[in-house]
């Protein structure tokens, strides 16, 4: 039988490497930046059409390339940062495998111009699909530009599969992030779709974070530096009260270089031990500067994970230098404290007012028109009962008899109690048990209600239905709001502009980075605006990322999620039993809109069981 086996041709290989470099346009943006960065370049401009997939463009005034450096930059394996394997132990650059433009050439129109200083003319390059298409003597800027276009125009598998192109943009602004707070000394312009997102002129590391992510992340921020002789720890930890729930403003960087790493996340958490609730997340952006022989970047594809020679000590490091850090500026008096996480209450919560689930008060509400038999409290939002009805099967006949103490009216301004036929059980007994359920009794024995769950649905029923039936209501404050975001930020508000209108926000671009708000949703505190807005921003982020996503939906769940009580939340009786009224109207009443339990029950059989 003859041989089989043949080499591949060059563009098949070219082809085949370029879907482990290049997943997306991100992956694009990331490569072209480094190699710019790479070529000492002080200026990058960063240009993007249609989320990347129709056009990458960087442009830099770097070291430019030679005629024949131009063309050899596109082979494979082509590089001028490693000449030999030892090289690999001391890298001072991004870049070092020499196929990301051979990739990236493989599978798009690319056009490349550069010159160097020295030389009186540049180059000009068309490859498309990994083949040359022309070579050409041009006059061109000091510096290399690439532009990328029609990205897998060749593969069409891999372009139908990319996202949309916010989804696709929200991805490349995540890298652009990610290589410009690297690198605070370079200026970095970023221009999608004609307007200009981030203009960054050179600066230091703080002021960097600040012009990315807005003036108010100044404030949050707290200084981290410790340096032995193997090791540099620069960089700043967000203070406690800033930690969010989700993920977000989380770097590390290693020798300027962006990196993933569980085990630091943890030593940073970890630090944070005791300050922040144990499902927080602390924001940081820290800087390590170790010998580059004591790292090895050659582990994954795309150059995000590393290994370090001793995780150990650098764990117990990093944990230290932080738990300084915050001692220092006084931000956690209580660190020798052995608490429980776990009991603490965020802190945005520990200053406001103990304040009531929000009950709103129908004024049109006439309890003699809705005496529905078995119809509990004249269900203010909602007509029909079933959902209470299942719950109190059996229930109806000896209902005021079997609720012996009172321990609150409806909780509605009015005592409304009288008004209530029997059958109604306006006097539910209920009772707080550890700051976090409430009990109530019912005819077949006890409800164990999780407060924050139930909250959180009637909450959300709420806002769905005022945003889906577009019954907005706002309350306008008196005296605007301004708040500052990044230009990022603005984008996502501009975005979510029709739903937070939808909600009762009313605002406007007040000037360069600054929002001024004049309505917000009823119910909302006015000191709270801030916060949920953040979390909203945040949570928006997030779901874009995801596949199935309905903004109205996802509003109404991130703005429940912020109202609502929280778990450590002193309710008094009043509160308590208009909690569970409002429960017992929803249309769902025992799934949170984050599909959790609300309640569980726990039968007089199981009481009368325990004591056998
Ligand atoms: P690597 O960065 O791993 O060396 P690349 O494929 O990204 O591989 O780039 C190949 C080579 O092309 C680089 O080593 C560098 O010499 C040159 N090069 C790429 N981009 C630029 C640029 N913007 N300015 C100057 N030289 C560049
Ligand atoms: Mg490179």
Not at 58 to 81: I, Y
Not at 148 to 168: D, H, T, Y
Not at 506 to 515: A, I, K, M, P, R
Request: glycine share 6%; proline share 4%.
């Amino acid at each position: 039988m003859a041989d089989i086996i043949q080499l591949l041709p060059d563009h098949v290989a070219n082809q085949i490497a370029a879907g482990e470099v290049v997943q997306r346009p991100a992956s694009v943006v990331k490569e072209l930046l480094e190699n710019a960065i790479d070529a000492n370049a002080s200026s990058i401009k960063l240009i993007i059409k249609d989320g990347g997939k129709t056009l990458i463009q960087v442009v830099d005034n770097g070291l430019g390339m030679s005629t024949t450096d131009a063309r050899l930059s596109f082979e494979r394996h082509a590089t001028s940062k490693i000449s030999c394997a030892e090289d690999l132990f001391n890298l001072h650059t991004k870049g070092f495998r020499g196929e990301a433009l051979a990739s990236i050439a493989a599978i798009a129109h690319v056009e490349m111009n550069t010159r160097r200083s020295n030389d009186e003319l540049g180059t000009q390059i068309k490859i498309e699909g990994g083949r040359l298409v022309s070579q050409e003597v041009a006059a061109s800027p000091t510096g290399t530009s690439i532009a990328v276009k029609n990205l897998f125009f060749n593969i069409p598998a891999r372009r139908n599969f990319l996202k949309s192109n916010q989804v696709e943009h929200r991805h490349i602004t995540d890298e652009f992030q990610r290589v410009a707070l690297a690198h605070p000394g370079v200026e970095f312009l970023y221009y999608s779709n004609g307007s200009l997102l981030f203009n960054l002129p050179p600066t230091e590391y703080r002021k960097r974070i600040v012009q990315i992510f807005g003036r108010k992340s100044n404030e949050k921020l707290v200084p981290v530096s410790e340096e032995v002789p193997q090791i540099k720890i620069s960089g700043f930890v967000c203070k406690p009260e800033f930690a969010k729930k989700s993920r977000g403003e989380q770097f590390f960087f290693v020798n300027n270089r962006f990196i993933k790493s569980s085990y630091l996340h943890h030593a940073l958490v970890s630090a944070f031990e005791g300050l922040i609730r144990q499902d927080y997340i602390p924001g940081y952006f820290i800087y390590l500067e170790l010998d580059p022989a004591s790292i090895d970047i050659n582990i994954h594809p795309t150059k995000t994970e590393i290994k370090f020679e001793d995780e150990h000590s650098l764990y117990a490091f990093l944990r230290s230098a932080v738990r300084h850090s915050l001692g220092q500026f006084n931000v956690s008096p209580m660190l020798d404290f052995e608490r429980d996480a776990n009991l603490d209450t965020p802190y945005h919560y520990k200053n406001k007012d103990a304040d009531l689930p929000h009950i709103t008060v129908d004024s049109s509400f006439n309890p003699f028109k809705s005496p529905k038999p078995g119809g509990f409290m004249g269900s203010r939002e909602k007509k029909s009962t079933e959902g209470w009805e299942n719950m109190y099967i059996g229930l109806e006949s000896g209902m005021g008899q079997e609720m012996t103490t009172h321990t609150g009216s409806s909780g509605l301004a009015r005592s409304e109690g009288e008004l209530f036929t029997e059958s109604v059980p306006s006097q539910v007994s209920t009772l707080q048990l550890g700051r976090k359920y409430i009990l109530a009794t019912i005819k077949s024995g006890l409800l164990v209600i999780d407060q924050q769950r139930a909250h959180q649905r009637v909450l959300y029923e709420r806002l769905l239905k005022r945003m889906t039936l577009k019954e907005t209501v706002s309350q306008q404050l008196l005296f605007p709001l301004v708040l500052s975001y990044s230009p990022d930020e603005i984008v996502l508000l501009k975005e979510m502009h029709t739903d937070l209108v939808d909600l009762g926000f009313s605002f406007e671009e007040w000037e360069e980075g600054q929002v001024k708000i004049k309505g917000i949703p009823p119910l909302m505190k006015e000191d709270h605006v801030g916060m949920v807005l953040d979390e909203l921003i945040s949570n928006y982020k997030e779901k874009f990322h995801g596949t199935d996503y309905s903004q109205t939906d996802t509003l109404a769940k991130a703005v429940s999620k912020t109202m609502a009580v929280k778990n450590g939340e002193v309710l008094d009786s009043s509160a308590q039993v208009a909690l569970v009224n409002d429960l017992f109207s929803c249309k769902e009443i025992d799934r949170s809109p984050f599909n959790k339990p609300i309640f569980v029950t726990i039968s007089e059989k199981d009481i009368e069981n325990k004591f056998n």
